[in-house]
């Protein structure tokens, strides 16, 4: 079975500033889909960005952007010019290509701002 | 777009009593709908998952049932309520493309 582990329960970073959340996973299959996604205080989750693993190129979405290391099972999220508003829970994802509906979530890593 | 509905938004319910959390969906058609749980300081449980009307998938055993009476619908039930029910339950859809889910903004359930 997949597994998605988040190493990191508690990060934070000055406004402004750049941080990095890891994220590893365990598959023995080639091809399936990576994502992050973000829950606010308001509690609802939202995709901030996802990759496919076929693809070499890493996913860029704005301030946010992707490490994926496919031969190391790694898919760390880089947020660049940290804001305030990006204080959050932030939760990796695993989806299987086949067959198999699950998204499998890590635990999560509380990210807080410094002003 | 589509959009996620759930109600009710807080639950307080006593041990033994019965749960009905809806979940509807707007702007999009024959989704795939999907239960999780989010218990404090863990990440998110898949319990059901459906890819029609009718049809439910359960992942984890236990005393909590789903049912989806239409295409848009998903209702996640209870006929007695445990301790252990206590948490945050969203509701998510996945219309295609690549997997991503879209979630509602969840239901928060405390079982006194």
């Known amino acids: 079975a997949q597994t998605v582990t988040q190493s990191q329960p508690e990060m934070s970073v000055q406004e402004a500033e750049t941080v990095t959340l890891s994220c590893t996973y365990d598959t023995s299959e080639s091809d399936y889909y990576l994502f992050w996604y973000k829950q606010p205080p308001s509690r609802q989750m939202i995709l901030v960005i996802r990759q496919e693993a076929y693809k070499q190129q890493n996913a860029t979405e704005n301030r946010f952007s992707v490490n994926f290391q496919k031969a190391a099972k790694s898919f760390s999220l880089k947020i660049s010019d940290s804001q305030l508003g990006d204080a959050a829970m932030y939760f990796c994802?695993?989806?299987?290509?086949?067959?198999?509906?699950?998204?499998?979530f890590g635990t999560g890593t509380r990210l807080t701002i410094i002003p | 777009s589509q959009t996620i509905h759930q109600w009710p938004a807080t639950l307080v319910q006593p041990v033994g009593s019965p749960l009905s959390l809806e979940c509807t969906v707007e702007g999009t058609s024959n989704p795939n709908l999907y239960w999780y749980r989010q218990a404090a300081g863990r990440g998110l449980q898949l319990l059901f998952y459906?890819?029609?009307?009718?049809?439910i998938s359960s992942e984890v055993p236990q005393n909590l049932s789903a049912s989806r009476p239409q295409d848009r619908q998903f209702i996640l039930s209870s006929k007695k309520l445990l301790l252990s029910d206590s948490g945050f339950y969203l509701c998510a859809c996945r219309t295609g493309g690549i997997g991503e889910l879209f979630f509602g903004e969840g239901s928060r359930l405390t079982v006194l």
């Open positions: 459906s890819v029609g009307i009718g049809q």
């Open positions: 994802a695993y989806r299987s290509v086949f067959g198999n509906e699950k998204l499998t």
